[in-house]
């Protein structure tokens, strides 16, 4: 059996550690997350590996390199789902890398080989999306602990009851000089290398990303009543809003999403009174981010302005772009032309990973595997072929020779 035949058989028997019946959803610390962890860390042991679950409940497979205590290049994706899951996302990063300790075994390697599998990468359960790799790198907030799941359970109880000291999680923190660097595949969970006809891409960036909730207030008024030119319609003006965080984003090659809009009073024969509206924008790097949402903010001014309305804006949330390290993304592009694909494809990734977190501790870099069905993802109907993971494998564990191949990391 092939390295890329047995990871997907082992993407299938993951699938069925499940807490959905006829489905897939593994949220952290559950009895399902203690499942997957054991079954991997066999896996990780047959390849080679020491396995090891660390204080934030992460799986972790090591080998030592050509001397005992080299820092570890670390490869690895998660192992935990959103809720009614693809089979491959995260998992399938996880498996690819087993594959490549696997046929690194008895190389010369300057660094010691890490697998990690991390742990909820999704958030799903407690809204604490990359919180096994921000705990790796460093950055657990004790005030997670707290968080309750939806049938009340604190995250700091779920731990403890998975054998984990929740007061400790903080301890799975890694020193940057125990690291040396991360590399992560994962599906690309969108169209374009599908649409591009490209099996591979070179990730550039990971998206940076602000949220906001924006309020347009205008009066509400009877709708039979109010002529059209005494109306201050809170929801007219949100529209054009809305319409133009489409133009703009479709503009400037970035993203903006209205995902929800809520209308008070809400009444049917009411002239809306006030309007709430999510904004989320992803963009390749932050000066882009901040300038598309300074025409948003611009042209929603505008429109208030001429329509009678108040605008506010609150920032909820804001990430800078996580651009990859350019050493170990020359890595990762020369791996893709070990493959014959001479001139490899760069990707963007409009969605959040581990590297995000892992860029804290140490430099990162991602390589894309195209997924089929138009790109769907965080579906059941997420999927990849053989032939694209074989090709993925191969790439992979080119990129990790490559980076062997570089020398010491320049620090
Ligand atoms: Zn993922």
Known sequence: MTGAVRALERCALLARLSSLPG????????????????????????????????????????????????????????????????????????????????????????????????????????????????????QWDPAWAERVDADGVALRDAAAAFGLDPDRIADAGRRADELAGYLEVHIEQGPQLEDAGRALAAVSAIAAARRFELTVTGRAGHAGGTPYDRRRD??????????????????????????????????VNVVPGAARLSLDLRAETDARRDEVWQRIDGFAREVCGRRGLRWEAAETYRADAAVCDPRLRAAVEAGIRTTGDADPFVLWS???????????????????????????????????????????????????????ASGPEPR
């Not at 990849?384 to 790439?395: E, F, R």
Request: charged residues 20%; contains cysteine.
């Open 23 to 138: 489905g897939i959803e593994r949220v952290t610390l559950s009895a399902e997350h203690a499942a997957a962890n054991a079954l991997v860390a066999g896996w990780l042991r047959e390849a080679g590996l020491e396995a090891r679950q660390d204080p934030a409940g992460n799986l972790i497979g090591r080998r030592e390199g050509r001397a005992a205590g080299l820092p570890a290049l670390v490869l690895g994706s998660h192992l935990d789902t959103v809720p009614d899951a693809g089979a491959f996302d995260g998992m399938l990063g996880v498996l690819l890398a087993i594959e490549v300790a696997d046929r690194l075994r008895g190389a010369d390697l300057p660094f010691a080989l890490e697998v990690v599998g991390f742990t909820d990468e999704e958030g799903t359960r407690f809204g604490t999306a990359l919180a096994g790799s921000r705990a790796f790198a460093g």
């Open 350 to 404: 409009r969605a959040g990973h581990d590297g995000l977190a892992v860029s804290a501790a140490t430099p990162f870099a991602m390589l894309f595997l195209r997924c089929g069905n138009g790109g769907v993802s965080h579906a059941p109907e997420e999927t990849v072929t053989a032939g694209d993971v074989a090709v993925a494998l191969d790439a992979f564990e080119a990129a990790v020779r490559a980076v062997a």
């Open 234 to 267: 809170a929801l007219v003006g949100a529209s054009e809003i809305v319409l133009a965080v489409e133009r703009i984003a479709r503009e400037t090659g970035t993203i903006g999403t209205v995902g929800r809009i809520a209308v008070e009073p809400g009444g």
